[in-house]
């Protein structure tokens, strides 16, 4: 028997923030999506998207990066196209890191921090990091395969205390 939950095909990660006026460090967040095998769910991914990358297949693709959170609108925006992925991966993770190039910064140093997850014009989750205000990277939302063409989604907001690089090889242990 087919699943009668649709779940999610296409979905947008988008980021907001504003720009550093008070001197000290640029702020400068990157969202980053890791993708995961069903025979490592939950270790090391098969693959990241983030600035400098993106999917092998082109499923997840970074369309938006700003270095300051200058101008109007989302700064940052990833979309995920989760029913195209190869039926090898059964989890995505989405996380934000802050770049430590110029000096320690966590969110709660970064004036109106939001993330959308939506898809389509439906909103599925906004969060503003006000849980996770002391780290300096955290997961949003992950993404997990049910059926072969049924992905659903649900929060994780959890917080980490490192580098980019490090949050790298610790977000799928979230969840």
């Not at 907001?16 to 939950?42: C, E, F, Q, R, S």
């Not at 998207?49 to 989302?74: A, K, M, N, Y």
């Amino acid at each position: 028997m087919s699943s009668l939950n649709k779940g999610v095909e296409k979905v947008e990660v988008a980021l907001k923030w504003d720009p550093n006026t008070g001197g000290g460090p640029v702020h400068d967040l990157d969202v980053i999506a890791a993708v995961y095998g069903a025979g490592d769910p939950a270790g090391e991914p098969a693959y990241l998207v983030h600035f400098e990358s993106r999917s092998p297949d082109g499923t997840i693709t970074l369309s938006r990066d700003s270095r300051t959170g200058q101008g109007l609108g989302i700064d940052e925006s990833m979309l995920l196209e989760l029913t195209r992925l190869a039926p090898v991966y059964t989890r995505v993770v989405v996380g934000v890191a802050i770049q430590q190039g110029g000096g320690r910064v966590v969110f709660g140093d970064v004036a109106s921090t939001r993330v959308i997850v939506k898809e389509g014009y439906d909103e599925l989750f906004l969060d503003d990091f006000t849980a996770v205000r002391g780290s300096t990277a955290a997961t949003v939302v992950e993404f997990t395969r049910e059926a072969p063409d049924t992905w659903v989604h649900r929060p994780v907001v959890r917080g980490f205390d490192c580098d980019p690089d490090s949050f790298t090889r610790l977000m799928g242990t979230c969840g």
